[in-house]
């Protein structure tokens, strides 16, 4: 018996995808210059040249849609740690990447750096409920022009994970390709990498990213499509609205990408968030933003295509109780609806903006409990053991049967490691508080990995850092 939730019903889903088609035929997705825009155009797409914009047919999306893989495997450094999107078997990762960490130290918030990056891999890679990386937060202390590229060097070097990351533009295509392939693995059945191609709503497609994220496509790199539509900003302030401006923006990207890229792997990225109308902030933990995520995950079942949405989000700036609230109903509210991604924020607070390594171990608690509820409970009669319970009658007692033993080392009961259930009297004695128990984790699992030294060898890692220095070389110089 596994837990059963329908945030929507088959004739809502679709009514979402024919308004996001509609809206897409009648106002279209504005593409800017550039390959995307001229492939829909060859495509039959009617054009608007001077803004950019193509306004694109039911039968080209559909046609782009039939060409996306449902199922997509991310590539890790070894087949055994590989990530297999399929539907029905949800995965979590972090969110990244924001600029900005909470000091474990101090308890200060300050600028992240590279070590920071380096330190949050370690962790991330001995995480149980993880399966694929992001980079959790930005290495501002590296030139703009080397800071992609080095970010990515140092995931590759620290975890074994499948990397997922992002570009800038073409001129990183071709290092980001040497780096996928001297990290390992095979581009066209298991890519080491993907990256993600953000959107930018209301219905806009930076033209040199999607490009560059297309080129990447027809090489065999997973591409995330991702939107993040701001509820009551740039989307209607309804769930479905919100809703409906993602899947419209997803379907366009897609339309495009497939036209230059046929059978690319494509994985739908959902990010709605809320404008707070009282504080006129930025909300990503809202319920709000976890209802519209649901829904559109069950629209991305209704298509056929995998999806990612955040999760475990909140807009807490401490590990606290509304960061573990928030993280919490956020994060069983979306995972019911089953996505093959989970992001948002493993280790990550106040939106998306701030780093925490201790967050990380505590989010992944939370993680992996939400992957136990999700598993449901076995009925049979195995289970429901009434031979033992005959046997054991009155008197008696369950702990010294053979069958409580041996399900106990199957992994029958979930065990935290964070959370605290011993008695008062012994917790009052010896007991710490769940931020003082992270942080000792933390500690721990950084000591571990520098004892072990990088995932990757010498080779490799000199491969990873010339391909860095490539692309600072062919960036564009600013102004």
Same mark, same amino acid.
């Given at each position: 018996?596994?837990?059963?939730?329908?945030?929507? =019903?088959? !004739?809502?889903?679709?009514?979402?995808?024919?308004?996001?088609?509609?809206?897409?035929?009648?106002?279209?997705?504005?593409?800017?210059?550039?390959?995307?825009?001229?492939?829909?155009?060859?495509?039959?797409?009617?054009? %608007?040249?001077?803004?950019?914009?193509?306004?694109?047919?039911?039968?080209?999306?559909?046609?782009?849609?039939?060409?996306?893989?449902?199922?997509?495997?991310?590539?890790?450094?070894?087949?055994?740690?590989?990530?297999?999107?399929?539907?029905?078997?949800?995965?979590?990762? &972090?969110?990244?990447?924001?600029?900005?960490?909470?000091?474990?130290?101090?308890?200060?918030?300050?600028?992240?750096?590279?070590?920071?990056?380096?330190?949050?891999?370690?962790?991330?890679?001995?995480?149980?409920?993880?399966?694929?990386?992001?980079?959790?937060?930005?290495?501002?202390?590296?030139?703009?022009?080397?800071?992609?590229?080095?970010?990515?060097?140092?995931?590759?070097?620290?975890?074994?994970?499948?990397?997922?990351?992002?570009?800038?533009?073409?001129?990183?295509?071709?290092?980001?390709?040497?780096?996928?392939?001297?990290?390992?693995?095979?581009?066209?059945?298991?890519?080491?990498?993907?990256?993600?191609?953000?959107?930018?709503?209301?219905?806009?497609?930076?033209?040199?990213?999607?490009?560059?994220?297309?080129?990447?496509?027809?090489?065999?790199?997973?591409?995330?499509?991702?939107?993040?539509?701001?509820?009551?900003?740039?989307?209607?302030?309804?769930?479905?609205?919100?809703?409906?401006? &993602?899947?419209?923006?997803?379907?366009?990207?897609?339309?495009?990408?497939?036209?230059?890229?046929?059978?690319?792997?494509?994985?739908?990225?959902? #990010?709605?968030?809320?404008?707070?109308?009282?504080?006129?902030?930025?909300?990503?933990?809202?319920?709000?933003? #976890?209802?519209?995520?649901?829904?559109?995950?069950?629209?991305?079942?209704?298509?056929?295509?995998?999806?990612?949405?955040?999760?475990?989000?909140?807009?807490?700036?401490?590990?606290?109780?509304?960061?573990?609230?928030?993280?919490?109903?956020?994060?069983? =509210?979306?995972?019911?609806?089953?996505? %093959?991604?989970?992001?948002?924020?493993?280790?990550?607070?106040?939106?998306?903006?701030?780093?925490?390594?201790?967050?990380?171990?505590?989010?992944?608690?939370?993680?992996?409990?939400?992957?136990?509820?999700?598993?449901?409970?076995?009925?049979?009669?195995?289970?429901?053991?009434?031979?033992?319970?005959?046997?054991?009658?009155?008197?008696? &007692?369950?702990?010294?049967?053979?069958?409580?033993?041996?399900?106990?080392?199957?992994?029958? $009961?979930?065990?935290? =490691?964070?959370?605290?259930?011993?008695?008062?009297?012994?917790?009052?004695?010896? #007991?710490?508080?769940? $931020?003082?128990?992270?942080?000792?984790?933390?500690?721990?699992?950084?000591?571990?990995?520098?004892?072990?030294?990088?995932?990757?060898? !010498?080779?490799?890692?000199?491969?990873?850092?010339?391909?860095?220095?490539?692309?600072?070389?062919?960036?564009?110089?600013?102004?």
């Amino acid at each position: 018996m596994r837990a059963q939730v329908e945030w929507t =019903t088959e !004739e809502e889903r679709a009514r979402i995808v024919d308004a996001a088609l509609g809206l897409l035929e009648r106002v279209g997705m504005q593409f800017g210059e550039g390959d995307a825009l001229e492939a829909v155009a060859a495509a039959g797409a009617p054009v %608007d040249r001077e803004r950019g914009v193509a306004r694109l047919p039911h039968e080209l999306i559909e046609h782009a849609l039939h060409g996306c893989p449902r199922d997509v495997v991310l590539g890790a450094a070894t087949p055994a740690d590989d990530c297999l999107l399929t539907e029905g078997v949800p995965h979590f990762t &972090n969110s990244g990447s924001p600029p900005e960490a909470l000091d474990m130290e101090t308890g200060r918030r300050r600028r992240s750096t590279r070590d920071d990056l380096r330190r949050a891999s370690m962790v991330l890679d001995a995480m149980p409920s993880t399966s694929i990386a992001w980079a959790i937060c930005t290495a501002t202390d590296i030139a703009d022009e080397r800071r992609t590229l080095a970010e990515l060097e140092t995931l590759l070097s620290w975890t074994s994970m499948h990397v997922q990351h992002e570009i800038e533009g073409r001129w990183q295509v071709e290092p980001f390709m040497r780096m996928t392939e001297a990290a390992g693995g095979d581009v066209r059945r298991r890519p080491r990498t993907s990256i993600v191609c953000c959107t930018a709503s209301p219905l806009h497609a930076h033209g040199e990213l999607l490009d560059a994220s297309t080129d990447l496509a027809a090489l065999g790199i997973p591409v995330v499509v991702l939107p993040m539509p701001i509820a009551g900003a740039t989307a209607p302030i309804t769930a479905a609205g919100a809703a409906t401006m &993602n899947v419209a923006e997803f379907l366009g990207a897609a339309t495009a990408v497939q036209l230059r890229a046929p059978g690319a792997p494509l994985v739908m990225g959902i #990010g709605p968030g809320l404008l707070d109308m009282r504080e006129t902030t930025y909300c990503f933990g809202a319920l709000e933003a #976890g209802l519209a995520a649901a829904v559109c995950t069950e629209v991305a079942h209704h298509l056929g295509v995998p999806c990612l949405a955040p999760a475990m989000a909140t807009d807490a700036k401490y590990p606290g109780i509304q960061a573990a609230y928030e993280k919490a109903l956020k994060g069983l =509210t979306v995972a019911s609806a089953l996505p %093959d991604l989970m992001t948002g924020g493993i280790g990550v607070l106040q939106g998306a903006g701030l780093m925490s390594l201790p967050q990380i171990v505590i989010d992944d608690e939370i993680a992996q409990m939400i992957l136990r509820i999700l598993g449901g409970v076995e009925v049979s009669d195995e289970t429901i053991m009434a031979e033992a319970m005959e046997r054991v009658g009155h008197a008696g &007692n369950f702990l010294v049967e053979k069958e409580t033993r041996r399900r106990l080392r199957a992994g029958e $009961l979930f065990f935290p =490691t964070i959370a605290d259930r011993q008695s008062y009297e012994h917790w009052e004695a010896k #007991g710490r508080g769940e $931020l003082e128990k992270a942080t000792a984790r933390v500690r721990e699992l950084v000591d571990a990995a520098e004892a072990r030294g990088p995932r990757l060898d !010498e080779a490799a890692r000199a491969t990873l850092a010339a391909c860095v220095e490539e692309a600072a070389a062919a960036a564009p110089k600013a102004g």
